[in-house]
C-alpha cells in the first residue's frame, strides 16, 4: 500500500449547505492527491460565525476566513510510517463568495481550498515569496492532475 493509501478521513458538516455537492468521495480523491505521506485528517465545514471564532481565538484575527488548518505534529520528528494529523476547516460563507467573487465553481474552490490545507497540513507555508511560489506551484500541479484549472489564473 502507498503512503498516498494510508488516509484516515473523517469529514464533518456542521453546515450542512455542501454536503450534496461537495461529497466525501470527491475529499478523498481531493485529499490524495495532496498527500505526500500518511495522514490522519478531518475536514470541516462550518459557518460563518465558528469560522470567525476559531480564526480570533487561534489565530488573534476577528474574521471568518476560508480556510484554517491545524496541524497537530507539524514541526515534529516523525517517523516516517507516523501520519500527518490534521483538521482542515472550511468556512462556507467565505468560500461560496470567494467563488462568486471569482468567477469559480464552488467545487472548483473547494477543491483548491482542501489541497491547499493538506499541503499546510504538510509543512507547506506561503510565509514568504519562495516559499509562496513553491506552494502555490504545487497546487496548481495537483490540481491539473484532478482536471481543475489553475486557481491562480486572472
Known amino acids: 500500500m502507498s503512503a498516498?493509501?494510508?488516509?484516515?478521513?473523517?469529514?464533518?458538516?456542521?453546515d450542512a449547505r455542501l454536503q450534496a455537492s461537495i461529497t466525501r468521495p470527491k475529499i478523498r480523491r481531493w485529499v490524495q492527491a495532496a498527500l505526500f505521506a500518511p495522514a490522519e485528517l478531518t475536514i470541516r465545514f462550518v459557518d460563518a460565525e465558528e469560522g470567525r471564532v476559531l480564526n480570533r481565538d487561534y489565530r488573534a484575527k476577528d474574521y471568518a476566513t476560508n480556510v484554517l488548518t491545524f496541524a497537530y505534529n507539524e514541526g515534529d520528528d516523525i517517523a516516517g510510517d507516523e501520519p500527518t494529523r490534521a483538521d482542515?476547516?472550511?468556512?462556507?460563507?467565505?468560500?461560496?463568495?470567494?467563488?462568486?467573487?471569482?468567477?469559480?465553481?464552488?467545487?472548483?474552490?473547494?477543491?483548491?481550498?482542501?489541497?491547499?490545507?493538506?499541503?499546510?497540513?504538510?509543512?507547506?507555508?506561503?510565509?514568504?515569496?519562495?516559499?509562496?511560489?513553491?506552494?502555490?506551484?504545487?497546487?496548481?500541479?495537483?490540481l491539473a492532475v484532478l482536471g481543475y484549472p489553475d486557481p491562480y489564473a486572472s
Not at 472548483?108 to 481550498?113: G, Q, T
Not at 489541497?115 to 497540513?121: F, R, S
Open 4 to 14: 498516498k493509501n494510508k488516509l484516515s478521513l473523517s469529514v464533518q458538516y456542521p
Open 88 to 142: 482542515i476547516i472550511l468556512c462556507t460563507d467565505v468560500l461560496e463568495k470567494e467563488a462568486l467573487d471569482q468567477k469559480k465553481t464552488v467545487e472548483e474552490h473547494s477543491a483548491h481550498l482542501i489541497v491547499h490545507g493538506v499541503l499546510h497540513a504538510q509543512g507547506y507555508d506561503h510565509n514568504d515569496d519562495a516559499e509562496a511560489t513553491e506552494m502555490e506551484q504545487l497546487e496548481r500541479d495537483i
